[in-house]
T-cell receptor
């Protein structure tokens, strides 16, 4: 049972473009929606997170947009750079301490 | 400030063997969770340890077991290895008091290859 569905699987964007990664969730009890960034050979690292009582959160060049009625949330990367090339995962909590992850989006930013 | 430390970084085992992976959590963290990440997939929750007890378990067979020590470090054991156990095994630590809302801290993982 897949509780968090992420798309696209891969994305290629030119430097300066705005990649958008989308996630859909099923469980309306979820109350926290983080995005993790993973570079090759490394573990995932928390990038940005949002609670469902706000519709948007910005941290630097990264923005989460949240649509509670559609049960969707998305990550936007402004002024993307080659150093942003990584795999991005959305996630949602199941219980107090466990995260359910999406399948990941491999993002490539071309110079 | 040391983050999460995992050892070994890479491991090759033969089908049917047993393996032990180790994790030292980030300073100040008391909870350790283990995840399996197959190639091209998101991490899948195996189990979580707090106060030296298994608190939650994902959909993994009993061949997967673990332990947490008084210093909060943890081990993941996998018996009777199958080819399908080949994956990156991630350890994530957190502080029980703040839960997920300050995020997990992941280690860099152990890449297990079963041949």
């Amino acid at each position: 049972q897949q509780q968090v569905k992420q798309s696209p699987q891969s994305l290629i964007v030119q430097k300066g473009g705005i990649p958008i990664i989308n996630c859909a969730y099923e469980n309306t009890a979820f109350d926290y929606f983080p995005w993790y960034q993973q570079f090759p050979g490394k573990g995932p690292a928390l990038l940005i997170a949002i609670r469902p009582d706000v519709s948007e959160k910005k941290e630097g060049r990264f923005t989460i947009s949240f649509n509670k009625s559609a049960k969707q949330f998305s990550l936007h990367i402004m002024d993307s750079q080659p150093g942003d090339s990584a795999t991005y995962f959305c996630a949602a909590p199941q219980g107090a301490q466990k995260l359910v992850f999406g399948q990941g989006t491999r993002l490539t930013i071309n110079p | 400030d040391a983050g999460v430390t995992q050892s070994p970084t890479h491991l090759i085992k033969t089908r049917g063997q047993q393996v032990t992976l180790r994790c030292s959590p980030k300073s100040g963290h008391d909870t350790v969770s283990w995840y399996q990440q197959a190639l091209g997939q998101g991490p899948q929750f195996i189990f979580q340890y707090y106060e030296e007890e298994e608190r939650q378990r994902g959909n993994f067979p009993d061949r997967f077991s673990g332990h947490q020590f008084p210093n909060y470090s943890s081990e993941l054991n996998v018996n009777a290895l199958l080819l399908g156990d080949s994956a990156l095994y991630l350890c994530a630590s957190s502080f029980r008091g703040t839960g997920l809302h300050y995020g997990y801290t992941f280690g860099s993982g152990t890449r297990l290859t079963v041949v």
